[in-house]
């Protein structure tokens, strides 16, 4: 079989005024970019969202890249089948073995490095800002978008694919989801927030939720801005974020807070 060549997005393919799905041109890879490679069967939706704001930019500026594999070049037969009847029977249809081992293949072999191979699964392991911070120290990530019931078991054994969940819901396929894992990730690569200091600051990078935030006006609908944030005193203002912090974590996410305690 002729191997596929995905579709990219980068540095080398994009200019600024493009918009977000034209970012999915062909293009040469970016050394030393990191990399999020997608196998799907619906390349289309990409960049999608991530195509905007600052992961638009990181990707237009080549700090990253994208690279998608479309399961349909794939499939079987002369209309591309991808999928079949459960076996033991059942509703629904099941991504085939052999037709997802050639997406796989031919990604892997593009991947660099350091590159975990995921499953968007919602019996995975639940993605956190832990595990965001784990991939964007490597050189990029292969994801697996399933549809329909899921994919054949046997893909996931073979390859030793990490099963990871957006959340205790299903959604329809992986794409979505793909996206908001992408998008966590991409902020914490070098260069790609504007002030360092916000991904210190923000909700789970200290195990707490993050404290309330105000600006201009000073006072809005009678409802003023805590004096404290005004007062200039920079070691009273740490300590009201941090007690504030701990309360909302503790009233709202108990589980956080149990963990925060522990530690």
């Known amino acids: ?33 990191w990399t999020a490679q997608i196998i799907t069967l619906f390349p289309r939706a990409f960049p999608g969202v991530l195509g905007e704001s600052l992961t638009g930019k990181a990707l237009q500026d080549g700090l990253w890249q994208l690279q998608t594999y479309d399961l349909r070049d794939y499939g079987i037969g002369k209309h591309r089948n991808v999928d079949d009847t459960p076996a033991g029977g059942g509703a629904g249809m099941v991504l085939r073995a052999d037709v997802l081992e050639k997406a796989i293949m031919d990604a892997r072999r593009g991947a660099k490095g350091t590159a975990p191979l995921i499953y968007l699964s919602p019996r995975g392991r639940p993605f956190d800002q832990a595990m965001a911070r784990d991939w964007a120290r490597m050189d990029g990530v292969t994801m697996l978008c399933g549809r329909f019931e899921g994919v054949d078991e046997r893909v996931l054994h073979h390859f030793g694919i990490q099963e990871v969940s957006l959340g205790d819901f299903v959604m329809t396929g992986g794409e979505i989801a793909t ?76 589980d956080l807070w149990d963990r925060h305690q522990k530690k």
């Open 179 to 254: 996206q908001a894992m992408i998008d966590a990730t991409v902020r914490l690569l070098p260069g790609v927030l504007g002030n360092a200091e916000s991904a210190v600051e923000e909700s789970f990078s200290s195990g707490l939720l993050e404290h309330p935030q105000f600006t201009k006006p000073a006072k809005w609908q009678g409802l003023p801005i805590p004096e404290v944030l005004l007062s200039g005193n920079h070691a009273k203002i740490a300590e009201w974020r941090r007690k504030m912090a701990e309360k909302i974590t503790r009233d709202r996410r108990p």
């Open 1 to 33: 079989m002729t191997k596929k060549t995905p579709k990219s997005a980068g540095r080398i393919a994009v200019r600024p005024t493009l918009k977000p799905r034209e970012l999915m041109t062909d293009s040469p890879d970016i050394a030393g970019s």
